[in-house]
């Protein structure tokens, strides 16, 4: 059974930092795409980054290019978003999900989800 746990939320000051990590398990993740998606209250849950299995396919949702940076570590089955510069518009609960094949902004194109962890970032 494929499991996706997310970890790293918390609460953040403005200008602030978090790192989120997403560990995947079940299977092997051989040629999946990773991705960030976040819904924030009384939102619809939005894409926010993605990356391919060789890491070479990134995509930004522009409200985060230039603050977030995805990454992965493939031996380790785990995918990181280093977000800097957090805004308060950036609390949500951040979502990771995995999909066979390359990169996409899609929320519906995901295979499998994980669980969620809550960023809150106060002004």
């Known amino acids: 059974q494929v499991q996706l746990v997310e970890s790293g939320g918390g609460l953040v000051q403005a200008g602030g930092s978090l790192r989120l990590s997403c560990t995947a398990s079940?299977?092997?993740?051989?040629?999946?795409?990773m991705g960030w998606f976040r819904q924030a209250p009384g939102k619809e849950r939005e894409f926010v980054a993605t990356i391919s299995w060789s890491g070479d396919i990134i995509y930004y949702a522009d409200s985060v290019k230039g603050r977030f940076t995805i990454s992965r570590d493939n031996p380790k089955n785990t995918m990181f978003l280093q977000m800097n510069s957090l805004k308060p518009e950036d609390t949500a609960v951040y979502y990771c999900?995995?999909?066979?094949?390359?990169?996409?902004?899609?929320?519906?194109?995901?295979?499998?989800w994980g669980q969620g962890t809550q960023v809150t970032v106060s002004s």
């Open positions: 079940g299977r092997t993740f051989s040629g999946y795409a």
């Open positions: 999900a995995c999909r066979l094949g390359t990169s996409h902004r899609i929320e519906s194109s995901y295979d499998y």
